[in-house]
């Protein structure tokens, strides 16, 4: 197996319990409230034409598509694509979901208005080589809004996460920014693909509703961030 056969493997596997989270009914819709002022606040009026890469169970999609925005999720994982696509038949216009690389979708250039992703620069191969794909893909004036965080800076090995068998060593030698120390590292990824007034915002909302809520097993409270950056007008 490749690493990204791994990585997908392991998304896979974990597709049942990562949705079950995502859907919690005690804070879902106060999730739903937040995230849509996040991605609200992030991209240019509706519509736009919207793709989410590394979509998992396509919560931000949902979100996006509520929000009035056309928008098609590409993940790897097939188990997440399951999920994601139960979720898409349950509101008209729902996202479409296809299986699809995040760091070269085969999407003509100039297809799309905005690409976002959520929680999926960590877990990149050649996040470099990603977001100037991305950026291809954006009609004049688009944007990439990513949502990240540090989340394993004492590196994958010392996650209390549970990677075993998965994210080896090869695994993580193949992705530049999982053991990040600081979002400034995946700012500087949006600035070298040629993104222009990239900006890094801290999600206090989403912050605040980990707090009162709690997180993921085996997972911290720890400051989201939203970045942003956008093409050129031409």
Excluded at 167 to 177: N, T
């Amino acid at each position: 197996m490749s690493a990204q056969d791994r990585i997908n493997a392991y998304w896979t596997g974990r597709a049942p319990g990562y949705d079950e989270y995502q859907q919690r009914p005690d804070r879902l819709a106060d999730d739903d409230r937040a995230w849509a002022r996040v991605w609200d606040a992030a991209l240019p009026p509706a519509p736009l034409d919207v793709l989410d890469v590394g979509t998992g169970s396509g919560q931000v999609a949902m979100v996006l598509a509520r929000l009035g925005h056309r928008v098609t999720g590409i993940d790897l994982a097939e188990g997440m694509l399951e999920r994601a696509r139960r979720h898409a038949a349950t509101i008209p216009n729902g996202p479409a979901f296809r299986l699809g690389d995040a760091v070269s979708p085969d999407f003509p250039a100039a297809s799309f208005d905005a690409v976002t992703s959520r929680y999926l620069m960590w877990t990149l191969r050649e996040p470099e080589t990603a977001v100037a794909n991305w950026t291809r893909l954006l009609r004049p004036g688009g944007v990439v809004a990513a949502v990240d965080s540090t989340w394993f800076p004492n590196g994958l090995d010392n996650a209390s996460e549970d990677f075993a068998g998965f994210y080896d060593a090869e695994v993580r030698a193949a992705l530049p920014l999982a053991a990040a120390r600081s979002i400034e590292q995946t700012a500087t990824v949006l600035e070298r693909a040629g993104l222009q007034r990239v900006t890094v915002t801290p999600l206090a909302s989403i912050h605040e509703l980990d707090q009162r809520y709690g997180v993921a097993p085996n997972h911290e409270v720890q400051m989201q961030f939203l970045i942003t950056g956008r093409l050129a007008d031409g």
